[in-house]
């Protein structure tokens, strides 16, 4: 997994023996240089024992290699223990190529939804990766026509109207709500949504757990490879001008490019699942590409985290814990209230998410500092979703 902290190169540069199916998070380390020895140091010892290509072989020149989890990794901690030291409860198996039966003997079953979807995303990526290699989706997404400006979208509208900026969502289903449009045709949602004043459109691409495959005829049409992606990729060919965010659930460097591939110009990044510095690395490829990272948290802890990642342009605040799906929507309020001058000076923008249905609600996010608001189900639901937005908002929004 080309994450920092799972990736297959640096197992392999450090255990020369090993595959994905026989490591496991909660034995895998790194040792290769004494305790005390210099960061760089460590790098260029790695990179003499072959990790060519790797993930370290870009830190070497970069001041990332520095960073505590590396550290905390050589001398013994897994990958699991670092995230857990930053207060990440969602754990990682690393073995995709290894039956769930098996996994579950030694870590026991996922603890909740989320840790269940991470899971499964794990095995789906390495698919990903065996179906369209990473070095074709970097040059793929090379090729894409340039990223639209997300954040610049959504600063344009929030001054426009005096509101909230809208991401409208495109989903068919959600964990929590299940099914939530039976007649569901992505293109004419994301049309709908412009044509009403939307800044911005979020694809969900989870396949399985949002209920994103679309009919095989549309898959022959599309010709893509990967079978989570097509609405994304669907909706940027019909002509919708609106910047996109990929809604995928990213463990791997590999969604990133291969979103940018399919037509995403922005990407959502979830501080409950990764560790510090895979947001910092993914932040950089996302700078990379062109391309505006959503950071999603949800409680005060991963809020201090992202506050203290440089580069971060958008902070959504999730009222709704992925781990119970139970909706708060004074957590916005909460964290704002606390982090709000940073939040200010920094230049961040903040997206509200979860629970918001009516004028009432996007008033009291927008009270509490919101610039922006992620919406989905209250309009998807609706038998003209583009025309729910003025009734989300209490006017019709110009653009």
């Given amino acids: 997994m080309e994450s920092l902290l799972a990736s297959p190169s640096v197992y392999r540069a450090s255990f020369p023996g090993a595959s994905s199916a026989s490591r496991s998070p909660s034995r895998a380390r790194l040792a290769v240089t004494p305790a005390g020895a210099g960061a760089r140091a460590r790098a260029r010892s790695l990179l003499r024992c072959g990790a060519k290509d790797s993930i370290l072989e870009e830190l070497a020149q970069d001041d990332m290699v520095n960073a505590v989890e590396l550290a905390q990794w050589e001398n013994g901690k897994s990958i699991n223990d670092i995230a857990a030291s930053q207060g990440i409860r969602i754990r990682r198996h690393c073995r995709p190529n290894v039956p769930l039966k098996e996994i579950e003997e030694e870590l026991g079953a996922p603890r909740n939804i989320l840790e269940k979807i991470i899971w499964d995303k794990e095995v789906e ?131 990133i490019y291969y ?9 959502l990044l979830i501080a409950a699942v990764l560790p510090d510095l895979d947001i910092k690395y993914f932040l950089r490829i996302c700078k990379e590409l062109g391309m505006t990272a959503l950071i999603e948290v949800h409680d005060e802890r991963e809020m201090e985290r992202v506050l203290n990642i440089s580069g971060v342009q958008l902070i959504g605040i999730n009222n709704r814990s992925l781990e119970t799906f139970v909706v ?51 309009l998807v639901k609706q038998d003209d979703p583009g025309r729910a937005i003025a009734g989300l908002f209490g006017k019709e929004l110009l653009h």
């Fill in 328 to 378: 708060d929507t004074s957590n916005t309020k909460m964290l704002l209230d606390m982090h709000g001058d940073t939040i200010r000076e920094k230049g961040i923008l903040v997206v509200g998410e979860s629970g918001l249905f009516n004028p009432d609600d996007v008033a009291y996010v927008q009270n509490a500092g919101v610039s922006a608001v992620l919406v989905g189900e209250s």
């Fill in 125 to 255: 990526v390495a698919e990903g990766h065996a179906k369209k290699p990473l070095k074709e989706v970097i040059e793929a997404a090379g090729q894409a026509p340039p990223a639209r400006d997300f954040y610049g979208a959504l600063a344009s509208a929030f001054k426009r109207n005096g509101m909230p900026a809208l991401i409208a969502e495109v989903k068919k289903a959600s964990p929590s709500r299940g099914v939530l449009r039976e007649n569901f045709n992505p293109v004419e949602i994301a049309q709908a949504y412009e044509k009403n004043g939307a800044a911005c459109l979020s694809i969900l691409t989870d396949e399985k757990y949002f209920q994103v495959a679309l009919e095989l005829d549309v898959l022959m049409d599309l010709e893509l490879e990967h079978g989570s992606f097509e609405n994304l990729a669907k909706v940027r060919k019909s002509g919708v001008k609106c910047p996109l965010l990929c809604k995928e659930f990213v463990i791997d460097k590999w969604q």
């Fill in 259 to 267: 979103a940018r591939s399919q037509g995403a110009d922005a990407i």
